[in-house]
């Protein structure tokens, strides 16, 4: 199974940016697509971005223009660019790899 260690993360206020990263092996990296997904407390974990090993990226309606997944084969890393944060965005975010988890980041949008 797929190492992947998670950074980033924090409190931030609202209409702020932070930016996750998620670091995994070269073979993996350059294999499979990577995902991001957030889990809220008291609701099922959901996806909310997506690059294939290609680069196409894809996003949930609630992320979408306010968000970037983007990836970094020198560094076999992927970022989750997150602007104009609001409330709703805060969860425990995890990065996936072929079904291998990063530990969790949390993020806390709040004033």
């Known amino acids: 199974q797929e190492q992947l260690v998670q950074s980033g993360g924090g409190l931030v206020q609202p209409g702020g940016s932070l930016r996750l990263s998620c670091s995994t092996s070269?073979?993996?990296?350059?294999?499979?697509?990577m995902d991001w997904y957030r889990q809220a407390a008291g609701k099922q974990r959901e996806l909310i971005a997506l690059?294939?090993?290609?680069?196409?990226?894809n996003y949930v309606d609630s992320v979408k223009g306010r968000f970037t997944i983007s990836r970094d084969p020198a560094k076999n890393t992927v970022y989750l660019q997150m602007n104009n944060l609001k409330p709703e965005d805060t969860a425990v975010y995890y990065c996936?790899?072929?079904?291998?988890w990063g530990q969790g980041t949390q993020v806390t949008v709040s004033s």
């Open positions: 996936d790899v072929a079904g291998s």
């Open positions: 690059i294939s090993s290609s680069g196409t990226t």
């Open positions: 070269g073979s993996f990296f350059s294999v499979y697509g």
